[in-house]
């Protein structure tokens, strides 16, 4: 029953119509499939943290899409969108972390919690990043798939930098 559904899903998917994403529906999906089975694997949470923060702000950046397609502005938008979206990070893993704070720096703060916020300063950062290049190649990216290449180089640098120097 699960794969009718699932199967169902996708078929309806590639009905609709295609508009531009700042990330594909496949590379979302595969985010947020591999943060639970990155979780399960033993990894750390922080790391986890950092690209659960990542897909977060991608799910952010789509709903702002969503807000502009149906019309909806108002002053702030954006940035609500992309707070609220990050600040799920609390109603995802509600039940399966408990919130120990600790100092890290000036902040008195959890771990997971400082890590996704890192996450989606990085993706969005590396987006702005993005853009600042192609923009000076004369509206043409670098290399193919250059927008996928500069988040997860990004975000792999600094799960990298948390796993050897953990917080």
Same mark, same amino acid.
């Given at each position: 029953m699960k794969k009718l #559904? %699932? /199967? =169902?899903?996708?078929?309806? /998917?590639t009905l609709s119509k295609a508009m531009a994403n700042p990330a594909c529906v496949v590379?979302?999906?595969?985010i947020g499939a591999s943060l639970e089975i990155a979780r399960k694997l033993g990894i750390c949470d922080e790391v986890v943290g950092l690209w659960a923060g990542a897909f977060l702000a991608i799910l952010g950046y789509w709903t702002? &899409?969503?807000?502009?397609?149906?019309h909806w502005d108002f002053w702030g938008r954006d940035f609500l969108l992309l707070w609220l979206s990050v600040a799920m990070i609390g109603f995802v893993y509600v039940g399966e972390l408990s919130y120990h704070p600790q100092i890290v720096? #000036? =902040?008195?703060?959890? *771990?997971? %919690? %400082?890590?996704?916020?890192?996450?989606? =300063?990085s993706y969005?950062?590396?987006?702005? #990043?993005? &853009?600042? &290049?192609? %923009?000076?190649?004369?509206?043409?990216?670098?290399?193919?798939?250059e927008k996928v290449v500069l988040? =997860? *180089?990004v975000l792999l640098f600094l799960s990298g930098l948390i796993n050897s120097y953990p917080l």
């Amino acid at each position: 029953m699960k794969k009718l #559904f %699932l /199967m =169902l899903f996708f078929y309806f /998917m590639t009905l609709s119509k295609a508009m531009a994403n700042p990330a594909c529906v496949v590379c979302t999906v595969a985010i947020g499939a591999s943060l639970e089975i990155a979780r399960k694997l033993g990894i750390c949470d922080e790391v986890v943290g950092l690209w659960a923060g990542a897909f977060l702000a991608i799910l952010g950046y789509w709903t702002i &899409l969503w807000f502009e397609k149906k019309h909806w502005d108002f002053w702030g938008r954006d940035f609500l969108l992309l707070w609220l979206s990050v600040a799920m990070i609390g109603f995802v893993y509600v039940g399966e972390l408990s919130y120990h704070p600790q100092i890290v720096g #000036f =902040l008195y703060v959890d *771990t997971f %919690l %400082l890590a996704a916020v890192v996450g989606a =300063l990085s993706y969005i950062l590396s987006q702005k #990043f993005y &853009l600042y &290049l192609k %923009l000076k190649n004369g509206g043409k990216a670098h290399f193919p798939f250059e927008k996928v290449v500069l988040p =997860l *180089t990004v975000l792999l640098f600094l799960s990298g930098l948390i796993n050897s120097y953990p917080l």
